[in-house]
């Protein structure tokens, strides 16, 4: 057995670490187009003093190469031009609750693929979001519509409030609360996201060319 492997080994993975350290601790899918083409290299690069080359010079070409990427990133924040071209920007695939088909097939988005993004973000139906955007990592950012936005603890509050000024109010006249009968027809059952799994089967077909 070859005993060099065994610090040749130690070496790699403490070097390593050190490297990606210095690089950032961005998860795989935070990280932009030059993060992961960095990320890449260094992997490939820290297999070869396993299989014979310098241990030192494959460090040394690491470090170059975090280097690069640490100047990139300082360059982007300094201009933003840079900042494009380099890294991308968002691009809008659903607008007040409609699909954007243009840009979804400039991205070779499927509408199954945006419909999995936003299960994944607990959205039941795309008609519920104002706004939806593809990142530049390729993550969904998006914006219910108001209606459709969770309740804060301010609006909870203010509701309170105005219960008690109402209740005040009512108290004053000596009057009491009218009854309000619960005779209204149920609401229709919309169908989502969700269902089309079980379903297997889109409710509304999207576009023959984003199926």
Avoid: C
């Avoid at 005993?3 to 950032?24: D, E, H, P, S």
């Amino acid at each position: 057995m070859d005993f060099n492997l065994i610090w040749k080994a130690i070496i790699v993975v403490v070097g390593g670490t050190l490297l990606l350290r210095v690089a950032g601790r961005k998860s795989i899918s935070q990280m932009t187009l030059a993060q992961v083409v960095i990320m890449i290299g260094i992997g490939s690069l820290l297999v070869q003093p396993i299989v014979g080359k310098n241990i030192w010079t494959t460090l040394v070409v690491g470090l170059i190469l975090v280097l690069t990427l640490l100047v990139m990133e300082y360059v982007q924040v300094k201009a933003n031009p840079l900042e494009k071209f380099i890294t991308g920007s968002s691009k809008v695939v659903i607008e007040n609750g409609e699909l954007q088909v243009d840009r979804l097939k400039k991205l070779r988005l499927t509408v199954d693929q945006l419909e999995m993004k936003l299960r994944q973000n607990s959205v039941t139906n795309i008609n519920d979001v104002a706004y939806a955007t593809i990142e530049p990592n390729g993550q969904l950012g998006f914006e219910l519509k108001q209606q459709k936005q969770p309740a804060t603890k301010e609006d909870m509050n203010n509701l309170r409030l105005e219960l008690m000024a109402l209740k005040q109010q009512l108290s004053q006249l000596g009057t009491q609360s009218p009854h309000i009968a619960n005779n209204s027809a149920p609401a229709m059952q919309q169908e989502d996201i969700f269902s089309e799994v079980s379903q297997q089967g889109h409710t509304d077909e999207p576009p023959q060319q984003l199926q």
